[in-house]
């Protein structure tokens, strides 16, 4: 099993938007509404952000969203803040009953 | 509230084998699906298997297949991972994580167990 691909990079200013794409296969994030998005910082372990594509678990900032088209999910983080500086995986159930994670993108705030 | 506490870190040598625990608290442990998660230095989050609390059933990455083996004790609410003939390449931080059964997504994770393996 491949892992998803992810940009290497995404960086924004404090305020600003940014987009985090995760593309797959029509036998994960394609096949399924079961993609979903963690932030790890340096030297912590993940947090879930979003679940089933677009879901925030209760409490979560809803400056994170999520969403997804064919192949490709996306998270997106709107008024950006220094804390968002981070490393993101996206991850998806398969059709092999196993799960898949993406290469990973480092958010820097400018 | 969901708790994982995993144990500590382990020095191996080439060929041996870990066995990491993750105990869990704060709900009914057969409720759960139990994962675990790897990730070597600097490099990406790595999935190996999954374990179904309530009757053991597993799945495992083809990765692993034949090298990794996920077990349970419902008496102490706790998974445990097991990784045989290990290799260098096996240095890494090994997380578990848990959902609700039929969940997903990895709601809850450990803390991480550091293995490292050097001869």
């Known amino acids: 099993q491949s892992a998803l691909t992810q940009p290497a990079s995404v960086s924004g200013s404090p305020g600003q938007s940014i987009t985090i794409s995760c593309t797959g296969t029509s036998g994960d994030v394609g096949g399924y509404n079961y993609v979903s998005w963690y932030q790890q910082h340096p030297g912590k372990a993940p947090k879930l952000l979003i679940y089933d594509v677009s879901n925030r678990p209760s409490g979560f900032s809803n400056r994170f969203s999520g969403s997804k088209s064919g192949n490709t999910a996306s998270l997106t983080i709107s008024g950006l803040q220094a804390e968002d500086e981070a490393d993101y995986y996206c991850?998806?159930?398969?059709?092999?009953?196993?799960?898949?994670f993406g290469t990973g993108t480092k958010v820097t705030v400018l | 509230q969901v708790q994982l506490v995993q144990s500590g870190a382990e020095v191996k040598k080439p060929g041996a084998s870990v066995k990491v625990s993750c105990k869990a608290s704060g709900n009914t442990f057969t409720n759960f699906a139990m994962y675990w998660v790897r990730q070597a230095p600097g490099q990406r989050l790595e999935w190996m298997g999954w374990?179904?609390?309530?009757?053991?059933?597993?799945k495992y990455s083809q990765r692993f297949q034949g090298r990794v083996s996920i077990t349970r004790d419902t008496s102490a609410s706790t998974a445990y991972m097991e990784l045989s003939s290990l290799r260098s390449e096996d240095t890494a931080v090994y997380y578990c994580?848990?959902?609700?059964?039929?969940?997903?997504?990895?709601?809850?994770w450990g803390q991480g167990t550091r293995v490292t393996v050097s001869s």
């Open positions: 374990l179904n609390a309530a009757n053991a059933n597993t």
């Open positions: 991850s998806s159930y398969t059709s092999s009953f196993s799960y898949v």
């Open positions: 994580a848990s959902s609700d059964w039929g969940s997903y997504f990895f709601d809850i």
